[in-house]
Structures are given as structure tokens and as C-alpha cells.
Nanobody, 124 residues
Framework: QVQLVESGGGLVQPGGSRRLSCAAS????????IGWFRQAPGKEREGVSC????????YYADSVKGRFTISRDNAKNMVYLQMNNLKPEDTAVYYC?????????????????WGQGTQVTVSS
């Protein structure tokens, strides 16, 4: 069955870096776009970034552009989110999700399978 498992969360100081990983299984990995979302306490879940696993096209939310980098390793069925210059407002549970197709967008309705999430806390 389709599975997405996030890892790499934890406590990081402001200005620090963290790399999140998303291990995918249960389908032909090279076909569907993968996205990263996050949900902060008391807020709605928001899209962070996505990557097309067919052509590598990426997209970022304005709030993380220039600080976060999404990448994928099709051979390992992995997607990564490198987060640099982290800010307290980046504190959230981060989820990876599989898009229903190959488009790269950040609307939740475009995604049909979700991981369980990994907590990232940015604090001194």
C-alpha cells in the first residue's frame, strides 16, 4: 500500500538548518509529484514546496523561498526538504504528501496520500 514516512524533525535554533526526509513506497515513485506541507499550532495546514518526480520542476511558498530547497532521489524513493536560516515561525508539524498526478501545486486537494508528520521546533 502507499506509504509516506517523514523523518528529521527536532529542535533547532533560529538561523539553524535542518533536513527533512520523506520515504515513499507502494507505487511507481517516478510518476507522482511529492509535496511538503506544514501545520503550526492553531493554524491551517499550508503548502511549503513540491517537486515533480518526472522533470524535477519545483515550486515554493513565498514564505520559504530562498531558504528551503526540495530535492528527490528517484533511485531511493526519497524526497528531501533542506531548511536553512530557520525562523521561529517555521515551527510546525511537517508532512509530505503524494500528488494525485504530475502537476506541482500547493493546494491540499491535489494530494491524496499523507505521511504522519514530523515536528520541527525553532527556538532558542
Amino acid at each position: 500500500q502507499v506509504q509516506l514516512v517523514e523523518s528529521g524533525g527536532g529542535l533547532v535554533q533560529p538561523g539553524g538548518s535542518r533536513r527533512l526526509s520523506c520515504a515513499a513506497s507502494g507505487w511507481t515513485f517516478g510518476y507522482y509529484t511529492i509535496g511538503w506541507f506544514r501545520q503550526a499550532p492553531g493554524k491551517e495546514r499550508e503548502g511549503v514546496s513540491c517537486i515533480s518526480t518526472i522533470n524535477g520542476r519545483t515550486y515554493y511558498a513565498d514564505s520559504v523561498k530562498g531558504r528551503f530547497t526540495i530535492s528527490r532521489d528517484n533511485a531511493k524513493n526519497m524526497v528531501y526538504l533542506q531548511m536553512n536560516n530557520l525562523k521561529p515561525e517555521d515551527t510546525a508539524v511537517y508532512y509530505c504528501a503524494r500528488n494525485k498526478g504530475t502537476a506541482c501545486g500547493l493546494t491540499e486537494a491535489e494530494y491524496d496520500y499523507w505521511g504522519q508528520g514530523t515536528q520541527v521546533t525553532v527556538s532558542s
